[in-house]
């Protein structure tokens, strides 16, 4: 059988039906605040009127760049290397977070993006849309904070043993898998993986070695 078709070793103690795995994952603080923030954002743009063109073009903008986004973050923001700054040790939350995340890939708990972070997103995407006199950004907030939903859904999705049956959410699944468990460098796409395809971190599973460094991210000594 070839790697690419082998077996993903599963754990556990995560939910393995899809109505735990709804439960287990409203009952985390980021999906909660994600949901409010897409009720929030659909209501003010209905109460301020009739849609426009622009109500479709933003948030279409945002789609056909969300995956150049989710990978850009991944690399710069998540794999942030800690560095020193004018004697300033610079080292991020989320890249804290993400490390032990990639040392512990199965503790599902690590998956989830750190509330304070998304309060604070969520906070300046309202007020710019409630300062703006285009209403259209309501649209685009909404759009941005449903595809951060759908993002943390399928990220908590590869690390728990339930899986949907839909071959699109298990090619998401098993590609999201590599990244953890053969190689950081590549497989950097979670919800969408048309970004990896563009900037050639799309590998062949067959062809790319295993990192030595997969679990423990710029080394063991930043584990």
Not at 10 to 35: E, G, N, Q, Y
Not at 97 to 125: C, E, G, N, Y
Not at 133 to 151: D, E, F, G, N
Not at 163 to 172: F, K, M, N, W
Request: charged share 20%.
């Amino acid at each position: 059988m070839s790697e690419a078709r082998q077996p993903l070793a599963l754990p556990r103690d995560t939910p393995s039906d899809f109505a735990t795995a709804v439960s287990v994952f409203l009952s985390h603080w980021s999906p909660r605040v994600l949901i409010t923030g897409v009720l929030v954002t659909c209501a003010a743009r209905v109460a301020l009127g009739a849609p426009g063109p622009a109500d479709l073009l933003l948030p279409l903008a945002v789609l056909l760049g969300w995956p150049l986004l989710e990978w850009l973050i991944h690399v710069y923001v998540l794999h942030f290397r800690p560095r020193t700054v004018f004697g300033l040790r610079v080292d991020p939350i989320n890249a804290r977070r993400h490390r032990a995340h990639h040392l512990d890939p199965w503790r599902f708990k690590r998956a989830f993006v750190p509330v304070r972070s998304l309060l604070l997103i969520q906070f300046t995407m309202l007020s710019l849309a409630a300062l703006s006199p285009w209403p259209a950004l309501w649209s685009c907030a909404a759009a941005i904070t449903l595809l951060a939903l759908r993002y943390e859904w399928v990220h908590y999705l590869c690390h728990i043993r339930y899986c949907p049956r839909s071959q699109r959410y298990r090619t998401l699944v098993q590609n999201h898998r590599r990244h953890h468990f053969k190689s950081e460098k590549y497989w950097l796409g979670v919800s969408m993986l048309s970004g990896d395809r563009l900037l050639g971190t799309d590998g062949d599973p067959r062809e790319v070695e295993r990192s030595a460094t997969v679990r423990t991210i710029h080394g063991p000594q930043l584990a």
